[in-house]
């Protein structure tokens, strides 16, 4: 199992940028997020939750929030987007990953704060989980959404992923990108750092 430790998280966050110039930073989430996590997922529309969790969900149920802020269990990772207003950090955006080591393939889901939905964060969001797939060593990234989930699917389109039928479910596409930048190359400055020392020794995912 891979553990990261939480006093080192720091070193792992990047600051983006949105389309109108505003600073996004982006970095993992830590036991202290479990309130604003949960408070950000009840604020979505309908809509957007049931988008990102393919069903109805009002909130993240005890176990999965559990998961959500324990970095690096079950071999899974979980990051925000936080932008500052007043003085305070708030979470405008989530991607949730896993690295597959047996198809060497990095597989997520993410969301943008329906307030701030094309602005931009939704594509820098994709672009910094494309460097730390990078990271891993993966080949390839992808996803599945419902077929009606027309904001994600133009958002991985315009990110120059390529679409096919999600395995096992009709309801379902799947999109997915091939990672062919170098690790040399990763434009997230933390990341460079977790590749260069290939912190990161994870083996295959429990099935």
């Excluded at 989530?94 to 690295?99: I, L």
């Excluded at 969301?111 to 910094?128: F, P, T, Y």
């Excluded at 479910?169 to 799947?174: I, T, Y």
């Excluded at 170098?182 to 977790?194: E, G, N, V, Y």
Aim: aromatic letters at 12%; glycine letters at 6%; hydrophobic letters at 40%.
């Amino acid at each position: 199992m891979t553990t990261l430790r939480f006093d080192d998280l720091k070193q792992y966050s990047d600051t983006l940028r949105s389309r109108s110039g505003e600073a996004v930073t982006v970095r993992f989430v830590e036991p202290r997020d479990a309130e604003p996590l949960q408070a950000y997922f009840r604020s979505l529309t309908t809509r957007s939750r049931y988008n990102r969790f393919l069903g109805a969900m009002r909130e993240l149920p005890a176990t999965l929030l559990a998961h959500f802020i324990h970095v690096g269990e079950a071999e899974q990772f979980s990051a925000v987007a936080t932008m500052m207003f007043d003085g305070y950090e708030t979470i405008v955006g989530e991607v949730r990953y896993a690295f597959h080591a047996e198809t060497s393939s990095i597989e997520f889901g993410l969301s943008v704060d329906d307030r701030w939905q094309g602005h931009g964060i939704g594509k820098a969001l994709l672009k910094n989980l494309e460097c730390r797939a990078a990271s891993f060593g993966a080949e390839r990234i992808f996803g599945d959404t419902l077929r009606s989930n027309e904001s994600m699917i133009s958002l991985a389109r315009k990110a120059g992923y390529a679409f096919a039928q999600s395995p096992g479910d009709w309801k379902l596409v799947r999109f997915e990108k091939q990672i062919d930048i170098q690790p040399r190359d990763i434009p997230c400055a933390s990341w460079k750092l977790a590749a260069a020392s290939r912190q990161f020794a994870i083996p295959p995912l429990a099935s």
